[in-house]
């Protein structure tokens, strides 16, 4: 559990073609995946009712027009992890449920952006 996961944004473009199928694919956008600093890294996130879990939510979406592309999806990037929070579902996960009591408080123990999830977007147009 201690181990980096790092988790960032890609999204790629083709165009489609007179028959109605997609061509070669690009990539418009790879996001980083250095977690030496904490930053991208599924650790630093939470679903916001449960500190136990990591979790960014399922905010993945496309769309497009015959001009132009768009991608969101949720961030990790200027999230930090909590050594704190690591310890707790460390623990947990040892003892195979949730240690109750014994989960810290995250406005007291963590850096400020722990949980810090955005969400990002990227256009081709």
């Known amino acids: 559990m ?13 165009a489609i073609g007179a028959n109605g199928a997609p061509g070669s694919f690009s990539v418009v956008y790879n996001g980083s995946t250095v977690t030496s600093t904490g930053h991208n890294d599924l650790r630093a996130t939470y679903p916001g009712h449960d500190i136990y879990q990591e979790r960014v ?7 497009a027009s015959d001009s132009y592309g768009v ?15 690591q310890d707790y579902r460390e623990r947990s996960f040892a003892a195979g449920h949730r240690v109750l009591p014994g989960a810290p408080w995250p406005l007291a123990e963590c850096p400020p952006n722990f949980g810090n999830t955005d969400i990002q977007s990227v256009s081709t147009g």
């Open 57 to 63: 939510g399922d905010y993945v979406y496309a769309a």
């Open 71 to 85: 991608g969101v999806w949720a961030s990790a990037a200027n999230a930090a992890v909590c050594s704190a929070i």
């Open 2 to 14: 201690s181990s980096p996961r790092p988790y960032h944004g890609v999204f790629l473009s083709a």
